[in-house]
């Protein structure tokens, strides 16, 4: 998955619009470690 696609990923989990660009300074590794933490912190809302 691109760092682009992950980007995404967050914009929507966050329901958010803001310039998340700024995560492209990110390694690859480092992205899907905040990918897969903000994903399991909304899981444990829903």
Known sequence: ???EKMIEILKRVLN????LN???KLEKT???TLVACVRDR???FS
């Open 22 to 24: 700024f995560l492209l």
């Open 30 to 32: 480092e992205l899907e």
């Open 42 to 44: 909304v899981e444990q």
């Open 1 to 3: 998955m691109t760092k």
């Open 16 to 19: 958010t619009d803001a310039d």
